[in-house]
């Protein structure tokens, strides 16, 4: 009876009551959670406040949970600031989660492991995918430039294909300063088949402490590569494409017919000389040619990257593809690229994990112009088409263009119908891993990898006999050809990667241990071979083979190189309650390229860190958010380099050559014989070039993590570099031994600051980098010098590539200047000058300018570079803006001495303008002259140019489509689109083509200016 008149009692409570009842009554509740870009956020935990009842978010960012009104649902994601919503009447709840800044418990990727970013001893700089993911490039060397302190990239050319060069903290050796990378573990050689668009994250290690795990491999900086990986959940799918159009930007206009008439008119009054009346024919005819505008475009280019992801809690795979389609800025100069890459990792048991990445590359570029002084030295008076050319010659598509009859330089538009030359890259690679955990704590890690390279190129170059007319004053052998000849050269590598490691990470209390210790083995093998001959029966491209040749002339060539490593490496990160922290690292390099007996180098590594932040008195600060961290860093390693230590352990290497021949009986050259003989000379006492670097380094957060300052000075020492031997000529070896004879010197600091905050819905930040070095050479075994270009010399105590030129002191004005310019016995110095000459000093006052009185007069390297991020946004608007720049350096600008003088070639408008004429001009050109006795092109200062920059490398503007919109499709989960402009201004004082020359300082008229590019992309996610 009690229990029915309970049950009567409950029933009677839900009669009366049933607004209270249903309060009570849980619901589902859906919705989608998204970060602020937009874009959904798969694996976000859902929990009911207060209980153990969850979700999480599927791979669109969907979620279904059931919670009563009263309920609050709580929304966490690692790196991104939690949410929580109250449930109320509601049935859907859509979350917008922020990023947290800079969250200092991040793991990051490190040497053949991870570490938090708060146990970071060493200089690691990051590159995350927010960073990443909205930057349109081609390559991904390309996002390099200016973003991270330490780090130049530079793109000195805007051909397609060309990546950034990239160095790592200066100059720290004469034999190579590119870094190493290491794409998911795996050190690649071939890094142009990663697709920009399949990159997680990048790890930029900068100092000895941090590289010395790779040994020999290390010694100029390492990169990480994370890609994207496969996620548990539904099936994920995102596109990212974009349209780009670009404009090649030379500044200088060249010479039209009439200025380049007049001032060869001026040249020839000037030296008292008669014209001669073939030119005047030639600008008779009236034409005004413009090379550059005709052998140039409009550049466009197309990029895909479709990326697949996928998968259970046993098996997660992912797909990407990418495909590029350039047609560069000049004619028959196009790229194209196929990139593919398929990751999976299986758990088969919860202390069994295998993967295995498998991707492919290919590229084919179609090479047109080697130069871009073809189009400007060309002259105007010359038409495209030859009036003299007879249609019906049968090989008339390459001998109809007329040949330049005042520039030695032929027809541009000729050169481009020759053109029938490209080349071809296959690139496949994979690795596979099973990863083991024997106990708790402790896991061994076996993989293996491979990478093969196959190369090819081909050309055709065509007979063809262009025809002057009678008025040519500059015929050569550039303007015809009378046999046609086919080349083709292929060349394989394989690289082989085998690494056995054990990693053992475990907590005790306070104590934090996270070790590793490996065994690693790498093999490469090389062969090329290449083959020529002439003779085809026709231009047709149906006979662009060798077997179609006749000629007898065939010429075939072909080589190989195996080379090997074996290495041991260890590592020791100990952190005390996250406050005390020791990092310590040893690796032993074993390399077949040495003698025995100096194979093995070593290289031991040792840092130390306090997190002061951890400390009890700095609590009050930490607790009020005014510092959210504070770390002190200082380190220790070495590091090695062998890359030019190739076939060292050869005492002598034979060879054979068809130019040197022995002849026997009284006709030598009836039957001679190939000879066989030394080639070069080796050094079985070569041994591995060293380096050590020491680092100090500060790691500030402030107010909240929203400012974050990052602080190293470093100093780097190079010793044992690896130099050639200069032999007497009677040795008679056409190549030179190395010896270890060298060292340099560097020291040098990185500073980053970033501010990132949001009021509302508006979000706003400045992420800023600077860097500085100096580089001095310390010996150089006993020369006097080791690298001695024309216009540069690396001396003792001195900086590394220094300028060494005359040095410039102006214009003479009059002859008067010129008698009065004497030596200490009266002697003029520059007796051949005239008025408007430039003079020189003489330095070594012997009474005469000559190459004894040269001196160093500024240095190629900047004083120091930077990069400037500015980036805001606005619900989905955003809006970005990226500077890079170097002050203080020296740029040698050789197009001066290219189209600064007339030399049978055009000139530049420029020194048409500014040329001096007459008593008081001040000018930037000479006096016009043809003969000039006083040689004022020669190298001086008068080349040396400031090279400092500022250049607004992209403006980006996007727009994320709400999710609310999205949703009515069931299909996108994200869409973002943008409109981007690439190098669209450059606030400089230098007046050659383009500051941002490269690593050697000089401006290059052959090189392609980087193109000015306006980009449509689009971002989908399904």
């Given at each position: 009876?009690?229990?029915?008149?309970?049950?009567?009692?409950?029933?009677?409570i839900?009669?009366?009551?049933?607004?209270l009842?249903?309060?009570?009554?849980?619901?589902?509740?859906?919705?989608?959670?998204?970060?602020?870009?937009?874009?959904?956020?798969?694996?976000?935990?859902?929990?009911?406040?207060?209980?153990?009842?969850?979700?999480?978010?599927?791979?669109?960012?969907?979620?279904?949970?059931?919670?009563?009104?009263?309920d609050?649902?709580?929304?966490?994601?690692?790196?991104?600031?939690?949410?929580?919503?109250?449930?109320?009447?509601?049935?859907?709840?859509?979350?917008?989660?922020?990023?947290?800044?800079?969250?200092?418990?991040?793991?990051?990727?490190?040497g053949?492991?991870?570490?938090?970013?708060?146990?970071?001893t060493?200089?690691?700089?990051?590159?995350?995918?927010?960073?990443?993911?909205?930057?349109?490039?081609?390559?991904?060397?390309?996002?390099?430039?200016?973003?991270?302190?330490?780090?130049?990239?530079?793109?000195?050319?805007?051909?397609?294909?060309?990546?950034?060069?990239?160095?790592?903290?200066?100059?720290?050796?004469?034999?190579?300063?590119?870094?190493?990378?290491?794409?998911?573990?795996?050190?690649?050689?071939?890094?142009?088949?990663?697709?920009?668009?399949?990159?997680?994250?990048m790890?930029?290690?900068?100092?000895?402490?941090?590289?010395a795990?790779?040994?020999?491999?290390?010694?100029?900086?390492?990169?990480l590569?994370?890609?994207?990986?496969?996620?548990?959940?539904?099936?994920?799918v995102?596109?990212?494409?974009?349209?780009?159009?670009?404009?090649?930007?030379?500044?200088?206009?060249?010479?039209?017919?009439?200025q380049?008439?007049?001032?060869?008119?001026?040249?020839?009054?000037?030296?008292?000389?008669?014209?001669?009346?073939?030119?005047?024919?030639?600008?008779?005819?009236?034409?005004?040619?413009?090379?550059?505008?005709?052998?140039?475009?409009?550049?466009?280019?197309?990029n895909?990257?479709?990326?697949?992801?996928?998968?259970?809690?046993?098996?997660?795979?992912?797909?990407?593809?990418?495909?590029?389609?350039?047609?560069?800025?000049?004619?028959?100069?196009?790229?194209?690229?196929?990139?593919?890459?398929?990751?999976?990792?299986?758990?088969?048991?919860?202390?069994?994990?295998?993967?295995?990445?498998?991707?492919?590359?290919?590229?084919?570029?179609?090479?047109?112009?080697?130069t871009?002084?073809?189009?400007?030295?060309?002259?105007?008076?010359?038409?495209?088409?030859?009036?003299?050319?007879?249609?019906?010659?049968?090989?008339?598509?390459?001998?109809?263009?007329?040949?330049?009859?005042?520039?030695?330089?032929?027809?541009?538009?000729?050169?481009?119908?020759?053109?029938?030359?490209?080349?071809?890259?296959?690139?496949?690679?994979?690795?596979?891993?099973?990863?083991?955990?024997?106990?708790?704590?402790?896991?061994?890690?076996?993989?293996?990898?491979?990478?093969?390279?196959?190369?090819?190129?081909?050309?055709?170059?065509?007979?063809?006999?262009?025809?002057?007319?009678?008025?040519?004053v500059?015929?050569?052998?550039?303007?015809?050809?009378?046999?046609?000849?086919?080349?083709?050269?292929?060349?394989?590598?394989?690289?082989?990667?085998?690494?056995?490691?054990?990693?053992?990470?475990k907590?005790?209390?306070?104590?934090?241990?996270?070790?590793?210790?490996?065994?690693?083995?790498?093999?490469?093998?090389?062969?090329?071979?290449?083959?020529?001959?002439?003779?085809?029966?026709?231009?047709?491209?149906?006979?662009?083979?060798?077997?179609?040749?006749?000629?007898?002339?065939?010429?075939?060539?072909?080589?190989?190189?195996?080379?090997?490593?074996?290495?041991?490496?260890?590592?020791?990160?100990?952190?005390?309650?996250g406050?005390?922290?020791?990092?310590?690292?040893?690796?032993?390099?074993?390399?077949?390229?040495?003698?025995?007996?100096?194979?093995?180098?070593?290289?031991?590594?040792?840092?130390?860190?306090?997190?002061?932040?951890?400390?009890?008195?700095?609590?009050?600060?930490?607790?009020?958010?005014?510092?959210?961290?504070?770390?002190?860093r200082?380190?220790?390693?070495?590091?090695?380099?062998?890359?030019?230590?190739?076939?060292?352990?050869?005492?002598?290497?034979?060879?054979?050559?068809?130019?040197?021949?022995?002849?026997?009986?009284?006709?030598?050259?009836?039957?001679?014989?190939?000879?066989?003989?030394?080639?070069?000379?080796?050094?079985?006492?070569?041994?591995?070039?060293?380096?050590?670097?020491?680092?100090?380094?500060?790691?500030?957060?402030?107010?909240?993590?929203?400012?974050?300052?990052?602080?190293?000075?470093?100093?780097?020492?190079?010793?044992?570099?690896?130099?050639?031997?200069?032999?007497?000529?009677?040795?008679?070896?056409?190549?030179?031994?190395?010896?270890?004879?060298?060292?340099?010197k560097?020291?040098?600091?990185?500073?980053?600051?970033?501010?990132n905050?949001?009021?509302?819905?508006?979000?706003?930040?400045?992420?800023?980098?600077?860097?500085?070095?100096?580089?001095?050479?310390?010996?150089?075994?006993?020369?006097?010098?080791?690298?001695?270009?024309?216009?540069?010399?690396?001396?003792?105590?001195?900086?590394?590539?220094?300028?060494?030129?005359?040095?410039?002191?102006?214009?003479?004005?009059?002859?008067?200047?010129?008698?009065?310019?004497?030596?200490?016995?009266?002697?003029?110095?520059?007796?051949?000058?005239?008025?408007?000459?430039?003079?020189?000093?003489?330095?070594?006052?012997?009474?005469?300018?000559?190459?004894?009185?040269?001196?160093?007069?500024?240095?190629?390297?900047?004083a120091?570079?930077?990069?400037?991020?500015?980036?805001?946004?606005?619900?989905?608007?955003d809006?970005?803006?990226?500077?890079?720049?170097?002050?203080?350096?020296?740029?040698?600008?050789?197009?001066?001495?290219?189209?600064?003088?007339?030399?049978?070639?055009?000139?530049?408008?420029?020194?048409?303008?500014?040329?001096?004429?007459?008593?008081?001009?001040?000018?930037?050109?000479?006096?016009?002259?043809s003969?000039?006795?006083?040689?004022?092109?020669?190298?001086?200062?008068?080349?040396?140019?400031?090279?400092?920059?500022?250049?607004?490398?992209?403006?980006?503007?996007?727009?994320?489509?709400?999710?609310?919109?999205?949703?009515?499709?069931?299909?996108?989960?994200?869409?973002?689109v943008?409109?981007s402009?690439?190098?669209?201004?450059?606030?400089?004082?230098?007046?050659?083509?383009?500051?941002?020359?490269?690593?050697?300082?000089?401006?290059?008229?052959?090189?392609?200016?980087?193109?000015?590019?306006?980009?449509?992309?689009?971002?989908?996610?399904?």
């Open positions: 009876m009690k229990k029915l008149g309970s049950l009567k009692t409950w029933t009677l839900v009669l009366c009551f049933p607004p009842v249903c309060l009570g009554q849980a619901k589902a509740i859906r919705g989608v959670v998204t970060g602020t870009d937009q874009a959904p956020l798969p694996g976000v935990n859902i929990m009911i406040d207060g209980t153990n009842t969850g979700t999480i978010t599927d791979a669109g960012g969907r979620y279904t949970i059931d919670a009563a009104p009263s609050r649902l709580v929304f966490s994601f690692l790196g991104f600031e939690p949410a929580t919503e109250t449930v109320g009447d509601r049935t859907e709840i859509n979350v917008v989660l922020r990023e947290e800044q800079r969250v200092i418990d991040d793991v990051i990727v490190v053949y492991g991870t570490v938090k970013k708060q146990d970071l060493g200089s690691i700089s990051s590159i995350g995918n927010k960073e990443l993911k909205n930057y349109p490039a081609t390559n991904f060397q390309e996002m390099l430039v200016g973003r991270v302190a330490g780090v130049e990239a530079t793109m000195s050319s805007g051909k397609p294909g060309d990546v950034a060069q990239v160095r790592i903290r200066g100059i720290g050796t004469v034999n190579g300063t590119s870094p190493l990378y290491v794409v998911d573990g795996v050190p690649l050689n071939q890094t142009v088949d990663i697709d920009p668009r399949s990159i997680e994250s790890q930029i290690l900068k100092d000895a402490s941090a590289t795990i790779y040994g020999s491999r290390g010694s100029n900086g390492v990169i590569i994370t890609t994207k990986k496969g996620q548990a959940g539904k099936i994920s995102s596109l990212d494409a974009y349209l780009g159009f670009s404009y090649m930007t030379v500044k200088h206009k060249q010479a039209n017919s009439q380049l008439y007049d001032f060869y008119l001026e040249a020839n009054a000037n030296d008292g000389t008669t014209p001669d009346p073939l030119v005047k024919r030639q600008y008779d005819k009236g034409y005004n040619t413009n090379w550059l505008d005709l052998a140039t475009r409009t550049g466009v280019t197309q895909y990257s479709l990326f697949v992801s996928g998968g259970t809690d046993k098996v997660k795979s992912s797909l990407q593809v990418g495909y590029i389609d350039e047609l560069g800025t000049m004619r028959k100069n196009d790229l194209n690229k196929i990139t593919a890459r398929n990751t999976n990792e299986y758990q088969p048991a919860s202390w069994l994990r295998l993967g295995n990445t498998l991707g492919v590359g290919y590229y084919k570029i179609e090479n047109s112009l080697a871009l002084d073809v189009l400007l030295s060309a002259d105007p008076f010359t038409p495209v088409i030859n009036p003299l050319a007879d249609p019906a010659d049968p090989n008339y598509r390459y001998n109809k263009y007329a040949p330049t009859e005042f520039s030695y330089n032929t027809n541009p538009m000729s050169l481009l119908s020759q053109s029938n030359a490209y080349e071809t890259e296959f690139n496949p690679f994979g690795s596979v891993y099973a990863d083991v955990r024997l106990f708790d704590g402790l896991y061994f890690k076996s993989q293996a990898a491979f990478e093969k390279k196959n190369y090819e190129t081909k050309n055709f170059e065509p007979y063809y006999r262009l025809t002057p007319s009678p008025d040519d500059a015929w050569n052998t550039q303007k015809y050809r009378d046999i046609n000849r086919i080349s083709m050269a292929t060349s394989g590598s394989l690289y082989l990667n085998f690494e056995q490691t054990l990693r053992y990470e907590t005790f209390g306070k104590h934090s241990v996270n070790a590793v210790a490996g065994l690693t083995y790498e093999k490469w093998s090389e062969t090329s071979l290449s083959g020529s001959r002439t003779g085809l029966p026709s231009n047709d491209d149906i006979f662009w083979t060798l077997d179609a040749a006749t000629g007898d002339d065939d010429v075939a060539s072909g080589g190989m190189n195996k080379t090997a490593i074996v290495s041991y490496l260890g590592r020791v990160n100990y952190a005390y309650a406050r005390y922290l020791v990092t310590a690292s040893f690796r032993a390099d074993g390399s077949s390229e040495f003698a025995p007996g100096n194979r093995w180098g070593y290289f031991p590594s040792f840092s130390l860190g306090w997190n002061i932040s951890e400390e009890r008195f700095m609590r009050p600060l930490v607790e009020r958010g005014v510092i959210s961290q504070l770390k002190l200082a380190g220790w390693g070495a590091t090695g380099n062998k890359s030019a230590a190739a076939r060292s352990q050869i005492v002598s290497l034979m060879g054979t050559d068809r130019g040197v021949n022995y002849g026997f009986g009284t006709d030598k050259s009836a039957s001679p014989l190939i000879a066989v003989y030394p080639k070069s000379r080796g050094n079985s006492l070569l041994r591995w070039e060293t380096g050590q670097q020491y680092n100090i380094g500060l790691d500030l957060s402030l107010l909240r993590r929203t400012l974050e300052i990052n602080l190293d000075v470093y100093r780097k020492y190079t010793n044992d570099m690896i130099l050639t031997i200069d032999l007497p000529i009677y040795a008679q070896f056409p190549s030179s031994p190395k010896a270890n004879m060298g060292s340099m560097s020291n040098g600091v990185d500073l980053t600051i970033s501010y905050n949001h009021a509302g819905d508006f979000t706003y930040g400045v992420n800023a980098n600077l860097s500085a070095y100096k580089s001095v050479v310390r010996s150089l075994g006993g020369n006097p010098e080791y690298w001695s270009g024309d216009v540069s010399r690396s001396v003792i105590g001195e900086e590394f590539g220094r300028f060494y030129v005359l040095q410039y002191l102006g214009i003479f004005q009059n002859q008067r200047e010129i008698d009065m310019y004497v030596d200490k016995d009266g002697r003029m110095i520059q007796p051949l000058a005239k008025p408007g000459d430039f003079k020189f000093a003489d330095l070594d006052g012997d009474g005469q300018i000559t190459d004894k009185d040269r001196t160093f007069i500024g240095k190629p390297q900047p120091a570079s930077f990069g400037i991020n500015l980036t805001a946004g606005w619900k989905g608007l809006i970005s803006l990226f500077f890079t720049g170097v002050v203080g350096n020296r740029i040698f600008n050789q197009p001066k001495a290219f189209y600064g003088k007339l030399q049978k070639n055009n000139i530049l408008q420029d020194l048409y303008e500014n040329s001096w004429r007459r008593e008081g001009d001040q000018t930037k050109y000479p006096r016009i002259t003969t000039d006795l006083n040689n004022n092109f020669r190298y001086s200062s008068w080349y040396l140019e400031k090279g400092s920059y500022v250049k607004l490398r992209n403006v980006q503007i996007g727009y994320s489509l709400p999710q609310a919109w999205l949703r009515r499709t069931k299909v996108i989960q994200g869409l973002r943008y409109v402009g690439q190098n669209l201004c450059t606030f400089t004082k230098y007046t050659g083509f383009d500051p941002e020359v490269g690593f050697n300082g000089i401006e290059d008229p052959r090189r392609y200016i980087p193109a000015r590019m306006i980009i449509v992309g689009l971002n989908i996610q399904f």
